[in-house]
């Protein structure tokens, strides 16, 4: 729980127990959360120290400490909205603030090795571990839920929508920066015709897209996108930006202007955050994704400035929510077989993960955009295709 204001409204860590609960108490009391409460968003302090570790460390320290089992609540996600939508987390100015600025500002997390750390830590967890949580084509990305009832539709929805937005054509040559395990990829080529290039630097997305795609026209490389050459009619990158960094915009949106022809499109699907000045969450760059730094919609709109024509700029983060409550209820109903490998804490760390990113969405504390790039802009103008 981070923030910048209000924070005088809290007591000093070092005050005593009962003048902290009381004042935790009572800013909880304003969502209609409850300490020791009854209801599935209410909160259980399990051991001493989780609010002098929420006040001092932010989500970093709240975060731990539920990995430790200090504190639970029923329904996380819920917990998470109630206290997301009424701002709570503004109240919480952590001692360490400023050391988390500084890292986000003046240092390019994003570069050279660091671009790596992200699939050792994540995304090479094992092809099993997420083919059990997301749906069967392994998109790991938002969905879009408007006419879709169940995970698969609407991941087929999404994917169907940014074929549509690009005007993809048979024997077009397209590009997808952070592909992932292919499944856009995958899709483009089956229903469109298209040839395809995926860039990801992880070893085990790159195994999965050579072993499931071999019989479609589908280049995969396990490189970073500063490494890319050749031009492409097409330009997709789902939920990779997310990666990048505040330092690394212009350099990504040139390298993508450069690769892309000059009559092309280039749909980016990225997760965003309301205010530019905010920094990295700790808790999830520590144990989710290491480097990772969501943009916002000025530094995204300035890195293109010079570069692109925005022809389309479309928000459906509230879906998120469902595609995040999907993959948990995926994940719970497979965790038997992988709690002997992974553990109880990786089992509480990877639901305080998506389940407090689902409250997020829910609160619309967190955005989900997809922008439609032109080098020149559509002669005539460009048109969303209809849902």
Not at 329 to 337: I, S
Request: aromatic share 12%; with cysteine; hydrophobic share 40%.
């Amino acid at each position: 729980m981070t923030g910048s204001h209000n924070a005088q409204t809290l007591p000093d860590p070092d005050a005593s127990d009962s003048e902290l609960h009381r004042a935790i108490s009572g800013l909880l009391a304003t969502a209609d959360i409850h300490i020791g409460g009854k209801r599935p968003w209410d909160i259980r302090l399990n051991a001493p120290g989780v609010i002098e570790r929420a006040i001092t460390k932010g989500n970093l320290g709240f975060g731990e400490a539920y990995m430790d089992g200090d504190w639970d609540v029923d329904r996380l996600d819920e917990f998470f909205y109630r206290l997301l939508s009424h701002r709570l987390n503004h109240h919480f100015k952590p001692r360490q603030q400023f050391i988390y600025f500084l890292s986000a500002t003046l240092r390019n997390l994003q570069q050279g090795k660091r671009a790596w750390e992200v699939a050792k830590v994540h995304y090479d967890l094992g092809n099993d571990f997420y083919q059990a949580m997301l749906d069967p084509r392994m998109t790991y990305s938002c969905g879009y839920w408007k006419k879709a009832d169940t995970l698969a539709a609407a991941q087929e929805a999404k994917l169907d929508l940014i074929c549509r937005k690009l005007g993809l054509q048979a024997g077009m040559r397209v590009l997808d920066i952070g592909c992932g395990w292919g499944s856009f990829m995958g899709y483009a080529a089956e229903h469109y015709g298209v040839e395809c290039v995926g860039l990801t630097v992880s070893q085990a997305q790159a195994d999965w897209v050579q072993a499931h795609y071999a019989g479609l026209p589908i280049e995969i490389r396990l490189q970073d996108y500063r490494d890319l050459h050749g031009k492409y009619d097409r330009i997709a990158s789902v939920g990779m930006f997310e990666h990048v960094g505040r330092k690394n915009h212009h350099e990504f949106l040139r390298i993508a202007a450069n690769a892309l022809t000059d009559d092309g499109l280039f749909l980016l699907h990225t997760i965003g955050k309301a205010k530019t000045t905010t920094v990295p969450d700790p808790w999830t760059g520590k144990y989710i994704f290491p480097n990772g730094d969501l943009p916002s919609i000025r530094q995204i709109a300035d890195a293109c400035e010079g570069r692109f024509i925005v022809e389309d700029l479309q928000n459906f983060g509230a879906d998120y929510d469902k595609t995040l409550m999907a993959w948990h209820a995926n994940f719970e109903a497979a965790w038997p077989r992988f709690r002997d490998t992974l553990g109880d804490r990786f089992h509480r760390m990877w639901r305080y993960y998506l389940l407090s990113c689902a409250g997020a969405f829910r609160a619309r504390d967190l955005q989900l955009w997809q922008w439609v790039l032109a080098k020149k802009g559509v002669p005539g103008g460009y048109v969303r295709p209809s849902d």
